[in-house]
Every structure is written in C-alpha cells, then in structure tokens.
C-alpha cells in the first residue's frame, strides 16, 4: 500500500478532520486517525492537511517516537508534476551549520576572555616584583 504514487493534486483532495493527507519529505501520510491524539492540537495537522507539511514537521523538531508514529501513517509517495508547488526544501545542515557557527564564535569570546586575563595577571605579577625591588 506504501508503494502507491499521489499527486498534489490527489493530495490537496484530503484536507478534512475525517480525510486528511499530509506530505513529509515527498512521502504521503494518512493522518485522518491520529489527528484527534496529535500532542500539538487538531489545528497543527489540519493547517498542512492535503499539501506539503515538510517544513513544518522539521521546525517542532518532532521526538523518534513521533518519526515512528509518521512511520505508521504512510500511504505512499509523491509524485510531482510540471506546475505543481515546489518541494519546501528542509535543510537540516544548513541550521547545523549555524549552530557551529555560533558554537565557534563563543570558543572564541571564551578563548580572548582567558588570554586577556592571563595577560592581566602576568602585568600585575610583573607590577608587584617591581615594587618589591624598590
């Protein structure tokens, strides 16, 4: 059953509580009996129902467990065709990247704030043998 192809088109036609698609990383989830359990509300699942919730899924950062249950929900792939909208392009290693990013810039502050403490101490070291010498 998993292996069967849906347009956007076939897609976009389940968007109620009762009948409702969704499309994760072009695969396409029957979500119509988990919808009523979803953790985050009925609205969460009903605002992406019968399009493309690829972005949205990704930006909770949904659990294993949650992946597992997705798992369970799948009906088959998508199969894009000219004119339909285009893949909402999730980039994990792009936030990643980010992430390091940012990581690195606050080694770096860490790393000055050290060097500089260091340096004052040797000055203050340096200043205190001075005046012993007087």
């Known amino acids: 059953m998993a292996d069967k192809e849906y347009t956007y088109s076939d897609v976009s036609e389940h ?17 119509s009996s988990f919808v009523d359990e979803h953790p ?9 129902g019968g399009q493309d919730a690829t972005e949205a899924f990704e930006d909770v950062g949904h659990s294993d467990e949650a992946r597992e249950i997705l798992d369970g929900l799948l009906v088959g792939k998508l199969k894009r065709k000219e004119g339909d909208p285009k893949p909402k392009a999730y980039e994990a290693s792009g936030s990643t990247a980010t992430t390091t990013d940012s990581a690195s810039m606050g080694v770096g502050v860490y790393a000055i704030i050290l060097v500089g403490g ?4 040797g000055a203050y070291k340096y200043l205190q043998s001075q005046q012993e010498g007087q």
Not at 15 to 28: M, P
Not at 40 to 48: F, I, K, N, Q
């Open 15 to 31: 968007a109620t509580k009762k009948d409702l698609f969704i499309v994760v990383h072009d695969k396409v989830y029957n979500a």
């Open 40 to 48: 985050g509300g009925e609205e969460v699942l009903l605002d992406v």
């Open 118 to 121: 260091l340096l004052a101490f």
